[in-house]
């Protein structure tokens, strides 16, 4: 099946800076991907839907100039988060749909532990 | 907007028996497709079956099948000679047909221990 990956798969960092995450899709290309953050013992949170060659797509409440997304290519998309706070800590999963076969399927990323300090 | 809910947030089963976790969903959508993901310790999320809203026969996938009654919107998960590495966090989710690619709704989860 397709893989995607994450990286990297845990990360500390001090408070005020900024951290970035990368997301691929390893065997198949991506024009949509999905940044999800996720809570101990809790759902996935969609954050945003990464588009190809265009502006992310927020959701309500998340703020789009902390969360900096770009989807540059048919296999990456990166999240970065700006000016970290502690609050900022969290589980970070991405996901991604292949696109050449159109299967309603969507592979995830293992996931990525931010911890601020 | 459409919405998941999952009723169970824990569940225990003894190993080699069954365990059924529920979920429920509301839609005014008629096409649509339904599926359960297995996060494991590790928070690796995995697909464990799909089920597409046209289709009639329940989706089965080894020891797990569901129950899927779309009039009631309720989408159960049955799994059969439980083992051990059965246990982890289930989500129900769901997403619409209409778009390709589109965002899934997840349930709150069902935390589900297998004892031995």
């Known amino acids: 099946g397709a893989v995607v990956s994450q990286h990297p798969s845990w990360v500390i960092c001090k408070s005020g800076t900024s951290v970035k995450i990368e997301c691929r899709s390893l065997d198949f290309q991506a024009t949509t991907m999905f940044w999800y953050r996720q809570f101990p013992k809790q759902s996935l949170m969609l954050m945003a839907t990464s588009n190809e060659g265009s502006k992310a797509t927020y959701e309500q409440g998340v703020e789009k100039d902390k969360f900096l997304i770009n989807h540059a290519s048919l296999t990456l998309s990166t999240l970065t988060v700006t000016s970290a706070h502690p609050e900022d800590s969290s589980f970070y999963i991405c996901?991604?749909?292949?696109?050449?076969?159109?299967?309603?399927?969507?592979?995830f990323g293992p996931g990525t532990r931010l911890t601020v300090l | 907007a459409q919405t998941v809910t999952q009723s169970q947030p824990e569940m225990s089963v003894q190993e080699a028996e069954t365990v059924t976790l529920s979920c429920t969903y509301d839609t005014s959508e008629s096409d649509y497709y339904l599926f359960w993901y297995k996060q494991p310790p590790s928070r690796q999320m995995i697909l464990v079956i799909r089920?597409?809203?046209?289709?009639?026969q329940n989706a089965t996938e080894n020891r797990f099948s569901v129950n899927f009654q779309k009039a009631a919107k309720s989408f159960s998960l049955k799994i059969s000679d439980s083992q051990l590495g059965d246990a982890a966090m289930y989500f129900c989710a769901y997403r619409s047909a209409s778009t390709n690619a589109g965002k899934s709704t997840f349930g709150d989860g069902t935390t589900l221990t297998v004892k031995p």
């Open positions: 089920q597409e809203a046209y289709k009639q």
């Open positions: 996901s991604a749909w292949e696109t050449a076969v159109l299967t309603d399927t969507q592979y």
